[in-house]
């Protein structure tokens, strides 16, 4: 089975030009994650979707950060304008549950703004 | 925001020894998880309790947790030098999100 794919795996952009993330999660897994993982810490949360339902996105910062998950499957981040600060790596998650249950990860799409 | 504290930040040792890291966390909870995450990898789910259990093993990981302490610790016995890695809890606040620590660092020295 395959899991969760995301893509690009890096990206170097300058500051003020916009970035896009792809993810796709594991077959059947309704609730999807974005997480923001900056050097040396934890994962942040940004948004989390039940279908295609953003059921939270308390977190993210909505003047320049936006999301889709078209028909309940994939999903996009966007950064638009990037800054400088927003170097980081952009963590995708399924889970099978909408009760929190065991956490599926991508590999993470590194950003390096400049 | 981040739930959980991971203690400590960094841990050394080696192999053949075993390698204790705690989780405190601030609010009540439904479950708490453990995952691993190897350097520029995603993070891998190794063991999640529930907030009626006190005492979880899976092979050579121990996981206890005192929810009147609000904290929880991991246990890795007879430790490797492929366990090195960072190691976060994840707990959900008694909501739908799970929210990570900032991780204990984890090396061990062939």
């Known amino acids: 089975e395959a899991g969760v794919v995301q893509s690009p795996r890096y990206k170097i952009i300058e500051k003020k030009q916009p970035v896009a993330f792809w993810c796709n999660p594991i077959?059947?897994?309704?609730?999807l994650y974005w997480y923001l993982q900056n050097l040396g810490q934890g994962p942040e949360l940004l948004i989390r979707?039940?279908?295609?339902?953003?059921?939270?996105d308390s977190q993210l910062p909505k003047d320049r950060f936006s999301a889709e998950r078209l028909k309940g499957v994939d999903s996009t981040l966007k950064i638009q304008p990037a800054e400088l600060g927003d170097s980081a790596v952009y963590l995708c998650a399924s889970s099978a549950d909408t009760f929190p249950g065991e956490l599926f990860f991508g590999e993470g799409s590194r950003l390096t703004v400049l | 925001s981040q739930q959980g504290e991971e203690d400590p930040q960094a841990l050394s040792i080696q192999e053949g020894e075993n390698a204790t890291m705690n989780c405190s966390y601030k609010?009540?909870?439904?479950?708490l998880q453990w995952y691993r995450q190897n350097s520029g990898r995603g993070l891998v789910h190794l063991i999640l309790i529930r907030s009626n259990e006190r005492e979880k093993h899976s092979g050579r990981l121990r996981v206890t947790l005192d929810t009147s302490k609000k904290s929880s610790s991991l246990l890795i016995t007879a430790s490797r030098a492929a366990d090195t890695a960072s190691y976060f809890c994840?707990?959900?606040?008694?909501?739908?999100?799970?929210?990570f620590g900032a991780g204990t660092r984890l090396t061990v020295k062939p």
């Open positions: 994840a707990t959900d606040a008694g909501g739908n999100d799970m929210r």
């Open positions: 609010t009540s909870i439904n479950n």
């Open positions: 979707y039940e279908n295609e339902e953003a059921v939270d």
């Open positions: 077959s059947g897994h309704n609730t």
